[in-house]
T-cell receptor, first 114, second 114 residues
Framework: AQTVTQSQPEMSVQEAETVTLSCTYD???????LFWYKQPPSRQMILVIR??????QNATENRFSVNFQKAAKSFSLKISDSQLGDAAMYFC???????????FGSGTQLTVLP | DAGVTQSPTHLIKTRGQQVTLRCSPK?????VSWYQQALGQGPQFIFQ???????QRGNFPDRFSGHQFPNYSSELNVNALLLGDSALYLC?????????????FGNGTRLTVT
C-alpha cells in the first residue's frame, strides 16, 4: 500500500520568482516511481516530471526540478521563473514497481501573481 | 497522434440511474485505467483493464464495472447511482510493452448525480 501527503492546500508565487511544493510519501515497495502532475482548469492531468526511485540524481525538466530525499521519503517540486501559465492544481503521485495504479496526494493549488 | 479521448464531457443523472462512460486510449497503448476525482481531492484508482480483462481494482463497490474492447477502448459503468458518485472520472492509458509509467490522461467526464 502507498500513501502520498501534500500538506500545502494552496500556494502563491510572484511571476518570475521560485516556488517549492512539498510532498511526502510512504511505500513498502523497493522499486517505485514518483511523479508531479499538473491539472489546469481544462481538467487534463499533465505530467510535469518523474523520478525513478533507484536514481540518486534529481530529475529536471526545464524550469521544473525535484528534490528527492529517499531516506526521508520526501519529493518536493521546485518551479523556477514562475509563469502565469504555471497556475494550476499540482498533484504528487507514487506508483510502486509491482502496483499498476497511481496513488495521488490531495493536491496543491498554485496561484501565480502578476 | 490522438491522445486519450473521453466521452461525454459532461453528464447529469438522477439517483438510482445507470451511466456509461467511454474512453479511447492513446494510439499505441493497450492498457486503460479509470480514476474517480471528487471535487477538491486527488484522483482515486477504480480499476485497470488489459487484454479485455480487469487486472487490478481499487476500493470501489461492485456497482462500478468496466469493459475493454478488442480495439483497446474501454467503458466504465456505474449502476444505482448515488449522490456521492458525483465526480470527475478520468481515463488513463499506457502500454504494457513499455516498462513502467507514465500514464496519459484524458480530459475526463464530469458526472453530476441529482
Amino acid at each position: 500500500a502507498q500513501t502520498v501527503t501534500q500538506s500545502q492546500p494552496e500556494m502563491s508565487v510572484q511571476e518570475a520568482e521560485t516556488v517549492t511544493l512539498s510532498c511526502t510519501y510512504d511505500t513498502s515497495e523497493s522499486d517505485y516511481y514518483l511523479f508531479w502532475y499538473k491539472q489546469p482548469p481544462s481538467r487534463q492531468m499533465i505530467l510535469v516530471i518523474r523520478q525513478e526511485a533507484y536514481k540518486q540524481q534529481n530529475a529536471t525538466e526545464n524550469r521544473f526540478s525535484v528534490n528527492f530525499q529517499k531516506a526521508a521519503k520526501s519529493f518536493s517540486l521546485k518551479i523556477s521563473d514562475s509563469q502565469l501559465g504555471d497556475a494550476a492544481m499540482y498533484f504528487c503521485a507514487a506508483q510502486g514497481g509491482s502496483a499498476r495504479q497511481l496513488t495521488f496526494g490531495s493536491g496543491t493549488q498554485l496561484t501565480v501573481l502578476p | 497522434d490522438a491522445g486519450v479521448t473521453q466521452s461525454p464531457t459532461h453528464l447529469i443523472k438522477t439517483r438510482g440511474q445507470q451511466v456509461t462512460l467511454r474512453c479511447s486510449p492513446k494510439s499505441g497503448h493497450d492498457t486503460v485505467s479509470w480514476y474517480q476525482q471528487a471535487l477538491g481531492q486527488g484522483p482515486q484508482f477504480i480499476f485497470q483493464y488489459y487484454e479485455e480483462e480487469e487486472r487490478q481494482r481499487g476500493n470501489f463497490p461492485d456497482r462500478f464495472s468496466g469493459h475493454q474492447f478488442p480495439n483497446y477502448s474501454s467503458e466504465l459503468n456505474v449502476n444505482a447511482l448515488l449522490l456521492g458518485d458525483s465526480a470527475l472520472y478520468l481515463c488513463a492509458s499506457s502500454s504494457v510493452a513499455r516498462q513502467g509509467p507514465p500514464l496519459h490522461f484524458g480530459n475526463g467526464t464530469r458526472l453530476t448525480v441529482t
